[in-house]
């Protein structure tokens, strides 16, 4: 099984004593709920069939006008709208450097006040005026783009998103999202679907396993990598040890931060990570790459070891295929490829695999790389900054998210800016990006650069030319912030007896189920929020176990 170290994941900012726990000792102890661009944590809010018709009609006014007000708080959004509504000849403008933010103001007001108020404006500002049809773009009444809220236990997010997709027959592409999520855990997300059918989205509810749709909504835009302010998480850390040290280690992550790395569950959850498959890949090694995928791994059992050790004695594709159960995507993928082009035609069978998973483990390799460029950083220059680093110039939303997103299908025109002596004074520790490979970004004038060229030569590769044999691996890169802090942290310590569940699920809420026991709460500190750039919400729940 690989370890945090083997995927970069080696140092800490504070060396205090700190206190240990075990984290994900059951997958419901884990939970993560996106957060919004407005801000607004999801959840999953119903999951009863709804007509169409009803879909996005029934607001009242004043919950129109306050949806559209929360996107950019205290600018009188809403009494300028209100005069426009009332048949006033009115024209205002406000000044909104955040293009996700006059994004979102523009697509909301066009689905709440069709026809009645029209949007314009310029790259910093938005124009509200009264609806002329010669100007205004016209919204259709529905949109067509079907939104809503993914709930699943314990499965990753593609593997959700390609049974959604084998089951209703609507093309896996169609769907999109603003990031993944963890595997081994409950996760809460949106997810927009172009032209999806809402009856056979919803019918799922009655057959699926482990994840569940609703808080189904259209809209006339999109979701799109990146579209969330952050997460929320609630983790419980089980069979505590140092609960003498968890207040001063829970407030220097609220103040001082972490390092950001890439999470495990970026790497997968199996005992050979999924960057050693992205690694082949971008390499062009397809028959080692097959190899990585179809082998048995020390953590299978059932259908998926029966099948391995069968397609490793025979070597035959069509008898294998009927053992692997329908969740192997990528083996059966192969296997279906080996029977149609030949047993020798590995390039077929990797290409074969749905595009977001074969790109999963390219960007897992490129997250690795990042993570080890991130400890070399600290060990180097600690939380300074220094010339030649890299900083983002302006803020943007988006790129504050990217570690949730596909990075191959970003635009890539983040500007960023090398540090230079006159600059040491302009910039905090927190504001330092760094870079994953590819080819349309920029890497650090200092010794991190060598130090990228070192690690990835271990590998084959050249930092400075990502540019593989097929056009599809031609990875443009992206920044992430070395750094991040959390905000609205808050922690309990419970004491409990068993291994029952210590978080209330969204799905326990709506069908009414209460838990057996919150454990005994003798400590509990809620720190005032504290937000800098990237939204992390925690709430951490500590455990000493009590033997019955």
């Not at 993928?333 to 695999?353: C, E, F, R, V």
């Not at 010339?387 to 110039?393: A, E, F, Q």
């Not at 994953?436 to 890497?443: A, F, N, R």
Request: aromatic share 8%.
């Amino acid at each position: 099984m690989f370890l945090e170290k083997s995927c970069g994941i080696s140092c800490f900012i504070n060396h205090r004593k700190g206190f240990r726990g075990i984290m994900k000792a059951r997958f419901e102890d884990f939970h993560v709920h996106e957060v919004d661009l407005t801000g607004r944590k999801v959840q999953l809010e119903h999951i009863q069939p709804v007509e169409k018709q009803d879909l996005n009609v029934g607001k009242s006014l004043e919950q129109k006008l306050e949806e559209v007000e929360s996107i950019y708080p205290n600018h009188a959004i809403s009494d300028h709208l209100k005069q426009i509504l009332s048949g006033e000849q009115v024209k205002f403008e406000i000044a909104v450097q955040d293009k996700e933010t006059r994004k979102l103001l523009h697509q909301k007001t066009r689905e709440h006040f069709d026809e009645q108020v029209g949007t314009s404006g310029t790259p910093d500002t938005i124009v509200f005026t009264n609806y002329d049809p010669k100007k205004h773009k016209r919204s259709q009444k529905l949109g067509k783009y079907l939104h809503f809220t993914l709930y699943k236990e314990d499965r990753d997010t593609m593997e959700c998103i390609n049974t959604i997709s084998r089951i209703t027959r609507i093309p896996s592409k169609q769907f999109t999202f603003a990031g993944t999520k963890d595997k081994r855990a409950i996760t809460t997300q949106r997810v927009s679907v172009e032209n999806g059918s809402l009856e056979r989205l919803q019918g799922l509810n009655k057959t699926a396993r482990n994840f569940y749709l609703g808080n189904f909504e259209y809209a006339t835009q999109r979701l799109m990598l990146g579209d969330l302010s952050g997460n929320h998480f609630s983790i419980v850390l089980r069979q505590l040890e140092g609960a003498e040290h968890v207040q001063e280690s829970l407030e220097a992550i609220a103040e001082t931060g972490f390092i950001n790395y890439y999470g495990m569950q970026r790497f997968g959850t199996r005992s050979i990570p999924t960057s050693d498959a992205g690694k082949t890949i971008l390499a062009g090694k397809w028959q080692e790459t097959v190899d990585l995928i179809m082998c048995l791994k020390d953590e299978d059992i059932g259908e998926y070891k029966e099948a391995r050790e069968l397609w490793l004695k025979n070597r035959n594709p069509e008898e294998a295929l009927q053992k692997f159960p329908k969740g192997a995507i990528a083996e059966r993928a192969i296997l279906s490829s080996y029977l149609k082009h030949g047993m020798d035609n590995h390039a077929s069978a990797i290409q074969s695999i749905p595009r977001n998973l074969r790109m999963m483990y390219v960007h897992a390799y490129q997250s690795l790389v990042w993570n080890h460029m991130a400890s070399e950083r600290f060990q180097l220059y600690g939380q300074k900054v220094v010339v030649g680093d890299l900083v983002l110039l302006g803020s943007d939303t988006k790129l504050d998210n990217l570690e949730e997103a596909i990075q191959d299908r970003l635009d890539n025109k983040a500007q960023v800016k090398i540090v230079t002596q006159e600059d040491l004074d302009k910039y905090s520790y927190m504001d330092v990006v760094l870079p994953l490979p590819g080819s349309s970004i920029q890497y650090p004038q200092n010794e991190m650069l060598q130090k990228y060229k070192d690690y990835m030569a271990l590998d084959g590769f050249d930092p400075l030319e990502m540019k593989g044999n097929l056009k599809e691996y031609h990875l443009k890169g992206s920044y992430r912030k070395v750094f991040a802090k959390a905000s609205n942290l808050n922690y309990k310590i419970l004491k409990y007896t068993d291994d029952e569940p210590l978080i209330q699920s969204d799905l326990q809420r709506l069908n009414g189920q209460e838990l057996e026991s919150q454990g005994i709460s003798y400590h509990s500190r809620r720190r005032p929020d504290c937000i800098v750039g990237r939204v992390y919400t925690l709430n951490v729940t500590v455990c000493h176990h009590v033997p019955s």
